[in-house]
């Protein structure tokens, strides 16, 4: 499961790319990028990429994952924001 501070369609591509590159033996149909908050997670895909947003209102559905790599890590630097609330524990 991955998170990034946001995505642009050039950065979308980009992170699909180069995970597929270094993981050859994945499929890109094994990833899913969310785009939106309502889509389900899907059971066929094994890395999951997520906005600190959207990762943040889905907390608790996060829980599930032990794996995390967390792009621009120091979004998360103040204790106080509600995001560091909501992911924080998830990540510990």
Request: aromatic residues 14%; glycine residues 2%; positive net charge.
């Amino acid at each position: 499961l991955a998170f990034a501070d946001y995505y642009a369609s050039f950065s979308k591509i980009s992170m699909v790319d180069e995970i597929l590159k270094w993981l050859p033996s994945l499929r890109k149909e094994e990833i899913q990028l969310f785009k939106k908050g309502s889509e389900k997670f899907d059971p066929k895909a094994i890395i999951f990429i997520l906005t600190y947003e959207l990762a943040s209102k889905r907390h608790e559905e996060l829980l599930q994952f032990k794996s995390f790599i967390v792009d621009e890590v120091h979004y998360l630097k103040s204790r106080d924001t509600k995001r560091s609330k909501n992911l924080i524990p998830v990540l510990e």
